[in-house]
């Protein structure tokens, strides 16, 4: 990918804004690393766990109503692990220290997450590919010919059992959503 250099040297830029960073991976949605900046870390081992991360939080956020994804926040004994969306077409993992101030995790991986999207979004439009790194075969819609592709080959989860027996759901449509923050009759 030509933006690779672009990428890394913004990894090493985010490393010297947030000094208790210890990894950082971008990432094709699709699980290939893109560039890394992550010593004693397997960066292709880790990018394929955040693919699979990454579709189970597509659905949750899905499946809630909460939108498209934007990040993700794991925290263990030792330290996070931080998704962040990075355009149609990448993500940006980041590994830190546990005494790390989160909401400038968040701020920093936000920023870098923006800047590598552009990067990455840029790269894919100028050479015609889709979400998938495939170029759409008639050369139209590529994003809604990969989002198709997408929806075809997902499987989905069984639909959970039925409150209410007057409605009907087809279990291979999402589940209905509302606009974040907007009301309802049973909202207090």
């Given at each position: ?34 560039a ?8 292709d ?13 597509i659905r ?17 004994a ?8 990075a ?36 790269h ?20 809604a ?44």
């Amino acid at each position: 990918m030509a933006a690779e250099p672009e990428i890394l040297d913004e990894l090493r830029r985010l490393r010297a804004r947030l000094p208790q960073l210890t990894g950082a991976v971008a990432a094709g949605r699709d699980g290939l690393v893109l560039a890394q900046d992550a010593p004693g870390i397997e960066p292709d081992g880790l990018s394929a766990l955040t693919a699979t991360t990454l579709a189970v939080a597509i659905r949750m956020t899905e499946a809630t109503g909460r939108g498209e994804f934007r990040e993700l926040l794991i925290r263990g004994a030792d330290g996070y692990v931080a998704t962040y969306a990075a355009g149609r077409h990448a993500v940006l993992t980041l590994l830190t220290q546990d005494r790390v101030n989160v909401g400038r995790l968040h701020l920093e991986g936000r920023r870098a997450g923006a800047r590598i999207g552009e990067l990455v979004d840029a790269h894919e439009e100028a050479h015609g590919r889709s979400a998938h790194g495939k170029a759409a075969p008639d050369g139209t819609d590529r994003e809604a010919a990969a989002h198709d592709t997408a929806d075809r080959d997902t499987p989905r989860p069984a639909a959970p059992p039925n409150q209410n027996q007057n409605q009907t759901q087809d279990p291979s449509r999402p589940l209905p959503t509302r606009p974040v923050g907007a009301r309802t009759g049973t909202d207090n």
